[in-house]
């Protein structure tokens, strides 16, 4: 069955440092993979979306690399900031059906302290 | 404005009740759905319709139904609620093409007692 995986489940960093964040992936080929936000009591925002013939996509401190050999996304936050502090799930979707439909991982909690 | 809204924020019911949770988005997409996170915040897919089809993930039991009176609204319906129908549910929306970020509600926390 098709799995995501989001290796930790929690990541505590220093402000200003980089935050790597990690998506892997089994027995799915998705078309694309996007990353959101969520808030405590909110719902997830969009970020980010990196298709499968992108091997990288940037907005602003935000860097997300697609690896589909590896079945693997990384997602980076540069110069981080306590307002970063969030989960961050990212999400796989393919075409047609419902694969069309996004799948996520049960996201990482990233802590950014000053 | 508020891009995706539901209502209510909070619901608690008693078992064996009938509820329905309400969607309504202003950003004109044609795509809709319903997600329900559970206590370990796993974000899993129930339905989603456009005006051509509705996909039902296998998994969601038939108590579930979603209902769309048009394109801007998809509420969802459910019956006989059980203690195990307790979480949150999003609502969320996204244009016609793969790929588009969904933009969710945020959220109605169902407490089944």
């Given at each position: 069955s098709q799995k995501i995986e989001q290796n930790s489940e929690a990541l505590n960093i220093q402000e200003g440092k980089t935050a790597t964040l990690t998506c892997n992936?089994?027995?799915?080929?998705?078309?694309?993979?996007?990353?959101?936000?969520?808030?405590?009591?909110?719902?997830?925002?969009?970020?980010?979306?990196i298709r499968e013939n992108e091997?990288?996509?940037?907005?602003?401190?935000?860097?997300?690399?697609?690896?589909?050999?590896?079945?693997?996304?990384?997602?980076?936050?540069?110069?981080?900031?306590?307002?970063?502090?969030?989960?961050?799930?990212?999400?796989?979707?393919?075409?047609?059906?419902?694969?069309?439909?996004?799948?996520?991982?049960k996201g990482t909690k990233l802590s950014v302290k000053p | 404005d508020t891009a995706v809204s539901q209502t209510p924020k909070y619901l608690v019911t008693q078992m064996g009740n009938d509820k329905s949770i309400k969607c309504e988005q202003n950003l004109g997409h044609d795509t809709m759905y319903w997600y329900k996170q559970d206590s370990k915040k796993f974000l899993k897919i129930m339905f989603s319709y456009n005006n051509k089809e509705l996909i039902i993930n296998e998994t969601v039991p038939n108590r579930f139904s979603p209902k769309s009176p048009d394109k801007a609204h998809l509420n969802l319906h459910i019956n006989s609620l059980e203690l195990g129908d307790s979480a949150v549910y999003f609502c969320a929306s996204s244009a016609r093409d793969r790929g588009h970020g969904y933009t969710f509600g945020s959220g109605t926390r169902l407490t089944v007692v």
């Open positions: 992936y089994t027995n799915y080929s998705p078309a694309y993979l996007q990353w959101y936000r969520q808030d405590p009591g909110r719902g997830p925002v969009f970020l980010l979306l091997k990288e996509k940037r907005k602003e401190r935000l860097k997300v690399t697609f690896d589909t050999t590896l079945k693997q996304s990384l997602f980076h936050i540069t110069a981080s900031q306590p307002a970063d502090s969030a989960t961050y799930l990212c999400a796989l979707g393919g075409y047609g059906g419902s694969q069309g439909n996004l799948i996520f991982g | -």
